[in-house]
């Protein structure tokens, strides 16, 4: 398992030899050990890959994510055998309990709004009526708090006329963020031998990573802590996506301890399938902090 994020930002030409991944450009030719990718962004559609490159990436787990022509992620792999998937895993999968689905759902959702309100708090907002929501949190979220929460501090961290879905630079730059997200949980959740079609709460029969849709949600402030923090982007400018991307190497504490958020994200992810497959019975601790530095990776020209 790598620990690389590579990024293709230009007309290139990728391919394997001896244990390597080639990156041929205009400017030369780059070499990068394979063992050492855990995620290829491929943000163009100018560049050429082939499938002996393809396949050895799927070997060593990879991560492969392609944009489209607006730049926007909107594919990736995924493997057919991940080394530790088995039937024994996948028919525990099938008969998760509804009583542990709903308590790890209550869980997901009280640590997603209260990393909600720790963002409010660190730009210095009023974050009293998302605190409020998180009072009337019950079971399973039956009265939709996640929801109501989510509209409230969108609107106090952007401003009172924000749009969530709207085409503005800032929901582009969200929504690339919370992909590179979503395919990092699909990635963990593989590793460890299950599916992202089954979620324990998102149920879409459109959507094939519903697990991973629901994992990632407690994940989803950091996105949010790191536009704010560039809030003047005007277009999701290669700075803009690579910065998104690096945020994966920022450190956060995580259960009392500073890590990568990366590190996080596989340590919370094995653990609430453990609990989900009874392989542990305490629900999974999710106490994670933001620290005061937001690394800004060279923006100073396109904010």
């Given at each position: 398992?790598?620990?690389?994020?590579?990024?293709?930002?230009?007309?290139?030409?990728?391919?394997?030899?001896?244990?390597?991944?080639?990156?041929?450009?205009?400017?030369?030719?780059?070499?990068?050990?394979?063992?050492?990718?855990?995620?290829?962004l491929?943000?163009?559609?100018?560049?050429?890959?082939?499938?002996?490159?393809?396949?050895?990436?799927?070997q060593?787990?990879?991560?492969?994510?392609?944009?489209?022509?607006?730049?926007?992620?909107?594919?990736?792999?995924?493997?057919?055998?991940?080394?530790?998937?088995?039937?024994?895993?996948?028919?525990?999968?099938?008969?998760?309990?509804?009583?542990?689905?709903?308590?790890?759902?209550?869980?997901?959702?009280?640590?997603?709004?209260?990393?909600?309100?720790?963002v409010?708090?660190?730009?210095?907002?009023?974050?009293?009526?998302?605190?409020?929501?998180?009072?009337?949190?019950?079971?399973?979220?039956?009265?939709?708090?996640?929801?109501?929460?989510?509209?409230?501090?969108?609107?106090?961290?952007?401003?009172?006329?924000?749009?969530?879905?709207?085409?503005?630079?800032?929901?582009?730059?969200?929504?690339?963020?919370?992909?590179?997200?979503?395919?990092s949980?699909?990635?963990?959740?593989?590793?460890?031998?299950?599916?992202?079609?089954?979620?324990?709460?998102?149920?879409?029969?459109?959507?094939?990573?519903?697990?991973?849709s629901?994992?990632?949600e407690?994940?989803?402030?950091?996105?949010?802590?790191?536009?704010?923090?560039?809030?003047?982007?005007?277009?999701?400018?290669?700075?803009?996506?690579?910065?998104l991307?690096?945020?994966?190497?920022?450190?956060?504490?995580?259960?009392?301890?500073?890590t990568?958020?990366?590190?996080?994200?596989?340590?919370?992810?094995?653990?609430?399938?453990?609990?989900?497959?009874?392989?542990?019975?305490?629900?999974?601790?999710?106490?994670?902090?933001?620290?005061?530095?937001?690394?800004?990776?060279?923006?100073?020209?396109?904010?």
């Amino acid at each position: 398992m790598g620990w690389r994020s590579v990024i293709i930002t230009q007309h290139a030409k990728l391919t394997y030899s001896m244990n390597m991944m080639i990156v041929q450009t205009r400017d030369g030719i780059n070499q990068v050990p394979i063992e050492d990718i855990n995620l290829l962004l491929v943000s163009t559609t100018q560049a050429v890959i082939t499938s002996a490159l393809i396949s050895k990436l799927a070997q060593n787990q990879t991560k492969i994510i392609f944009v489209d022509e607006k730049d926007n992620p909107v594919t990736e792999t995924m493997d057919y055998y991940p080394g530790s998937r088995n039937l024994a895993k996948l028919n525990q999968q099938f008969k998760w309990e509804s009583q542990r689905k709903q308590v790890l759902w209550t869980k997901v959702i009280n640590q997603k709004i209260t990393n909600q309100i720790a963002v409010l708090d660190n730009f210095g907002l009023d974050s009293t009526n998302v605190k409020s929501e998180l009072d009337k949190l019950e079971i399973d979220d039956v009265t939709n708090r996640e929801a109501i929460a989510a509209r409230r501090y969108f609107m106090i961290l952007f401003g009172q006329k924000f749009i969530r879905r709207d085409t503005s630079a800032v929901n582009a730059a969200l929504d690339y963020g919370y992909a590179i997200l979503l395919s990092s949980f699909n990635r963990e959740i593989a590793v460890n031998g299950y599916l992202s079609y089954l979620g324990i709460h998102h149920c879409s029969e459109v959507n094939q990573f519903n697990l991973a849709s629901d994992l990632m949600e407690p994940f989803r402030p950091f996105v949010d802590y790191w536009v704010k923090a560039h809030e003047k982007i005007k277009e999701l400018t290669p700075d803009i996506k690579y910065g998104l991307v690096e945020l994966l190497s920022l450190e956060i504490k995580f259960k009392g301890k500073k890590t990568l958020l990366t590190n996080a994200i596989s340590d919370y992810t094995r653990e609430c399938l453990h609990y989900l497959s009874e392989e542990n019975k305490d629900i999974p601790e999710m106490e994670m902090n933001m620290t005061n530095e937001v690394p800004n990776n060279a923006l100073n020209d396109n904010v």
